[in-house]
């Protein structure tokens, strides 16, 4: 059956009306007629899949991936990046408008990305006798020769591993640092690995080769952390540690982080969800004291590593539940930034920053929908001064935004 599509939903979709009911089509652009097949008909939605392009729209390319129409990695591949990121900024727009009630002008334009290939540091590989990613909204793996948004390095590493046995192997994780090599190769084992053919093949190459198996981390090769770089600043990175997969995007979003906050030498930060202290170490020569607080403790470890290894003494990092820790701290902050999980803010923390009342409030999200939940009831004492999307991710739906909220 043939429909037209009227419009893109927020992960990318095609949107068309068949039989009455609303249909999301991957791989399908707006104005553009499609040939499809209906894969899953719920009562009050479809889903379908391209069979052929009948009437293409001018904005569609050719994806430079042969993957894409089943790798569950890239969702915008067939749009130029100009209407990759026309889409992310109205999309943005749309999502604060919808569940927040905000007007659409606080959204700033979004900051591009250099370059729309070959950004990603870090790339999960998924393995069942082969490797590769998981094809679309199924746990059947392609397997791949390379990745086009993975790091060159990253792809000369996959070649390695391509030709190992890969019995016993559930993932593996390879991280890079773009400015210096350093290399880690995570394997997530579920029984017995040839650990020794495995750094015998990698070794030359990486600086570092972790296998976890039953939650026990074991070195197989080299330190157990690797170094990453960001603007001036060097961090120590953890096998579990959270890390932007974007290096060079990332000093950009930072950035905004910094203008937004507006810190002066007399401010005390309170850096949430802090990770490895990333923004807080990139914030404490603006301010008088700044405290990190992350629920992961091998992230805390390397934050408390990254202070001494940058040479900061005026940031104190603690591990804990963010939502439990804050309700114990004896400060008044003047600034708070918040990274959170994609699950965004749990209550305690929107009830302590209520309560508290900082100055300014700078809020980095990796999904506009729980952003724009928060943002509403933060709305009730604060300001929605700016929100400015950023491309962390280009080729997919996914856009990170960086808020600053006023109190009032």
């Known amino acids: 059956m043939k429909v037209e599509i009227d419009r893109m939903d927020h992960q990318g979709r095609g949107i068309g009306v068949i039989e009455g009911k609303t249909t999301f089509i ?3 652009l707006p104005g553009e007629v499609v040939e499809v097949a209906i894969i899953n008909n719920k009562k009050k939605y479809m889903v379908g899949e391209v069979l052929k392009v009948l009437e293409s729209s001018d904005h569609r390319i050719k994806p430079i991936c ?3 129409t089943r790798c569950g990695g890239c ?3 067939h749009l130029s990046y100009h209407d990759q990121l026309i889409y992310k900024e109205d999309k943005v727009k749309d999502i604060v408008q919808k569940f927040a009630g905000i007007n659409a002008d606080v959204v700033k334009p ?6 729309s290939l070959h950004y990603r540091n870090k790339v999960t590989f998924h393995s069942d006798h082969k490797i590769g990613f998981y094809e679309k909204k199924s746990r059947e793996i392609v397997a791949i020769d390379q990745c086009k948004i993975a790091l060159p390095r990253i792809n000369h590493i996959l070649a390695k591993l391509k030709i190992l046995p890969l019995n016993h192997i559930q993932q593996m994780v390879i991280r890079t640092n773009e400015r210096t090599d350093d290399t880690m190769v995570i394997i997530q084992a579920m029984g017995e690995i040839d650990d020794k053919l495995f750094v015998d093949s990698l070794k030359e190459d990486v600086t570092s080769i972790i296998k976890i198996m039953n939650s026990r981390i074991t070195v197989l090769y080299g330190p157990k952390q690797i170094k990453m770089t960001l603007g001036a600043h060097t961090f120590w990175l953890s096998p579990t540690s959270f890390f932007q997969v974007n290096s060079k ?3 950009r979003l930072y950035e905004q982080v910094r203008q937004y906050a507006n810190i002066n030498h007399q401010d005390t930060v309170l850096d949430l969800y802090c990770g490895t202290g990333t923004i807080g170490i ?3 020569k603006y301010a008088k004291h700044v405290y990190g607080i992350e629920i992961n403790q091998a992230a805390i470890a390397c934050a408390k590593e990254n202070k001494k290894l940058n040479h900061i003494t005026n940031i104190t990092f603690q591990a804990g539940d963010v939502g439990h820790v804050i309700k114990q701290l004896n400060i008044q902050p003047d600034v708070v930034v918040v990274d959170p999980p994609r699950s965004g803010l749990d209550r305690a923390t929107k009830e302590q920053l209520l309560k508290w009342q900082p100055r300014t409030i700078v809020y980095v999200s990796c999904d506009p929908i729980t952003l ?3 943002l509403k009831e933060l709305s009730l004492q604060y300001h929605i001064e700016a929100i400015t999307p950023v491309d962390m991710f280009p080729q997919t739906y996914h856009v990170e935004c960086v808020c600053v909220l006023k109190i009032r």
């Open 75 to 77: 969702d915008l591949m």
């Open 282 to 284: 990139y914030l404490s």
């Open 249 to 251: 995007q990332c000093e």
């Open 110 to 115: 979004i900051i591009a990305c250099d370059t």
């Open 26 to 28: 991957p791989n399908a």
């Open 66 to 68: 042969p993957y894409f």
């Open 372 to 374: 724009a939940r928060d």
